[in-house]
Structures are given as structure tokens and as C-alpha cells.
């Protein structure tokens, strides 16, 4: 559902011949817009999503992305369409994770314009209630929508991770979505 220049700028800002790790992959559709030269791998926890990936030639596996054993280190990890699912304190568990078996970035993709569900009276409840409808995963349940602060905060914070002081961050919205690159400091990247 995304709309094509996000898919273009992750292309870009993965580049070639790198590790990616995908975390809640889905059916691990992103692998369809990287460089081919790219080594994918992503885990999901919702088995028939994990199962329709490998068919289609994924290389995926049914894992929870809380589980410290299922993580390995990777060139990039990719977050997308995740950050609205998760309260502050997971934000934080799991990119602690991420943080810590990141060699070189973490690119986040998050919906911006689920921050209208705050502030537009009657018309946002009915909006953060459609939202939630179309953004159902099954597994997590969307009990409020951030605001742009919020969200600005959190990424600025690197989610509060202790690992994330080691990586810088570029903030971007395209087209009513937040990419966000968190980029692993150059004095930090020899020690991975």
C-alpha cells in the first residue's frame, strides 16, 4: 500500500550488496524493491504471512521479534509499518534489539498521516477507527494514534534504546509517510 517513491527511496538508501534483516516481514514483500545483489531476510510471527513469503521464495521464518534468539547481526534493518503498533515501552524493547545487531542503519517506514486520528473531533474517532480496521495485523491492538511530536520524540530519542546513541538520524516525511534513517556513527562502525 505504499505509495511507489517510498519504495524508490528505500532502494536507494539500502544500496548493494549488504545484509538486510527484516523484522515483522510479513510475507516479506520489501525484498521485491531492493537490489538483487542484497542478502534478505526477515521474521514474522503471523504464520500464514511467513508461510505465503517462502512459497512465493522468501526467505523468511515464523519468529516473534522480541525474542532476543531470533535476531543476528545484519548490514540494515528494516521497520516498517511497525512503530504505530507498539506502546513506548516496547518502541523501546525492540529496538533495543535492533540498535544492537545493526552494523549499519535502521531504516524505519511508519505511516505520518494516522496523526490526523488526534485532532480532528468526530471525524478523527471515525478516522482512527477506520485506520484501525484497515491497519488490523491480528496480533497487536492500536489503542491510540501518536502525534507528529510524539513521533518526532521518539525517533529523536532513538526510542530510548541505549544502543541507539550510537547511530545518527535523518527524519523524512514522502508523501504522508515518516522514512527515517538512523545511521551508525563512523567512530562506532569499526566496532561491529
Known sequence: MYPKQI???????VGENNTIFDIAAGYGHAANFLHPSNAYYGIDINKH???????????LELKNIFDPAAYRPSDIFLAIDIV??????KSKELFNLVFQHAKKKVIIIDPAFVSIARKCGPL???????FRVLDNDGFTTIDRWM?????RDL????F??????????????????????????AETLSET
Open 147 to 151: 502525534s507528529e511530536r510524539e513521533y
Open 49 to 59: 504471512f511467513v508461510s505465503y513469503g517462502c512459497k512465493k521464495g522468501g526467505n
Open 84 to 89: 504505530h503498533h507498539l506502546s513506548a515501552e
Open 7 to 13: 519504495w524508490e527511496e528505500l532502494r536507494l538508501e
Open 124 to 130: 478523527g474517532a471515525f478516522l482512527g477507527w477506520l
Open 160 to 185: 530510548g534504546s541505549v544502543y541507539g546513541k550510537d547511530f545518527e538520524v535523518t527524519p523524512q516525511k514522502i508523501i504522508g509517510y515518516h522514512f527515517v534513517v538512523f545511521n551508525r556513527k
Open 155 to 158: 525517533f529523536q530519542s532513538r
